[in-house]
């Protein structure tokens, strides 16, 4: 008896963690080779996920042949309106960092990155890529 309610409360609990997480995953198709911190990662399919159920700032981006980086965020609000789910990315010359993501309308997260010089920021632009939830 006593595991029968074990298995019924493991099956809860499971179903219940594995709800918070696809609530906040994210897919998302990169076509160029990009920084996230201190990590080059290589153009193709990602996901973007939290690390902690019950935590929404650590996050993890990883494709399906292991390349990955653990990534911490700030919360960040639109009080103009609903973006839609995407990545935002710094370009400079040839390079792209991993600036910002949104995994629904007004709930966005500004990755944590090292100081940028301001001559580096005045000489980039941002591109944004569509992503799926």
Not at 61 to 78: G, K, Y
Request: with cysteine; charged share 15%; glycine share 6%.
């Amino acid at each position: 008896m006593k595991l029968c309610k074990f298995a019924v409360c493991f099956v809860l609990f499971v179903g219940a963690c594995i709800q918070a997480h696809s609530q906040t995953q994210v897919r998302v198709n990169i076509p160029f080779d990009f920084t996230v911190g201190n990590h080059t990662l290589p153009a193709g399919q990602y996901e973007v996920s939290t690390v902690w159920s019950d935590n929404s700032a650590a996050w993890k981006i990883a494709d399906r042949q292991r390349h990955s980086a653990i990534l911490m965020t700030n919360e960040v609000s639109s009080p103009n309106g609903d973006h839609t789910c995407s990545l935002i990315f710094r370009r400079f010359g040839g390079e792209y960092a991993l600036v910002q993501f949104w995994t629904d309308g007004r709930e966005g997260h500004d990755v944590v990155r090292p100081k940028i010089a301001p001559t580096v920021i005045a000489q980039s632009d941002f591109v944004q890529i569509a992503a799926n939830r």
